[in-house]
């Protein structure tokens, strides 16, 4: 079975994050398994905390690519420590890129939901970088609405900045979580707005799996490469629920997209 265009390298994989935080030992066996399965064409990069990189480079891990993930609150951030690992993307809060990065590293940069943002997004244009945006966590407010993620992926398309998103998004569709209560987007809404931002608001409100699927399905190869041009990624601590989601839309297939 192939991976359709539409599906590949989008989901980086943080299992050693919250709320997933599993064990280093425990996650690049899982990793490299995800990498050596049918689907690997759809798993991007294993995230790491760059604190950390150090545990992974001893001893290194043949085929293993890396996403370092730097810690906030640097406005100047200083060279990043790589420890002979295969470092292919570097993630950090703020607008200033690390020196001293091999060349073709990916940088994203979390930007701030603040009145700011647009500026900063002014900031990334013509760049080599991506902006980063966080789509949920552990309160309510960490959860972007409709209108104002519609808004970011807009701003985003216009200025021709891709983007990875974090947290929150490891389903398919837009749905309430029945224990928090909390709104968390879909990330086939998000690849359907980035498909199409004139839509976007609409497409991030869909709920219907089979409304959803046949949106996806009807998607041309250039409304696919536009989406993924832009939506470029995100990270979620199981590589195994998106799977789940779009096997039961029945969106695997090459042939369904």
């Excluded at 701003?155 to 909390?182: I, M, Q, S, W």
Aim: charged share 20%; glycine share 10%; net charge negative.
């Amino acid at each position: 079975m192939t991976v359709p265009a539409l599906f590949r390298g989008l989901f980086d994989d943080a299992a050693v994050f919250p709320p997933g935080d599993l064990p280093l030992a425990e996650a690049v066996p899982a990793h490299l398994g995800h990498r050596s399965a049918w689907y690997a064409d759809a798993v991007g990069p294993f995230l790491c905390g760059a604190g950390r990189a150090g545990e992974l480079a001893a001893p290194a891990v043949p085929g293993l690519r890396v996403g370092l993930v730097l810690p906030g609150g640097s406005d100047r951030p200083g060279p990043v420590p790589l420890h002979g690992l295969d470092v292919v993307g570097v993630e950090l809060v703020g607008t200033e890129v690390p020196a001293g990065l091999p060349e073709g590293v990916t940088v994203s940069l979390e930007l701030p939901r603040d009145e700011l943002l647009v500026k900063r997004l002014d900031r990334l244009a013509g760049t080599p970088h991506r902006a980063k945006f966080r789509t949920g966590g552990l309160t309510a407010d960490a959860f972007p609405t409709e209108a104002e993620l519609a808004a970011l992926l807009t701003a985003c398309a216009e200025r021709g900045v891709p983007y990875k998103c974090t947290a929150g998004l490891h389903n398919a569709l837009r749905h309430t979580d029945p224990v928090t209560g909390f709104e968390h987007h879909g990330f086939l809404n998000v690849l359907l707005a980035a498909a199409d931002p004139s839509r976007a608001a609409e497409a991030l409100a869909e709920r219907s799996g089979p409304v959803v699927a046949a949106a996806v399905r009807a998607l041309t190869d250039a409304q696919v490469a536009t989406a993924r041009a832009s939506f470029t990624a995100f990270g979620t601590c199981s590589i195994a629920e998106p799977l789940a989601d779009l096997a039961a839309l029945d969106l695997m297939s090459q042939e369904n997209r």
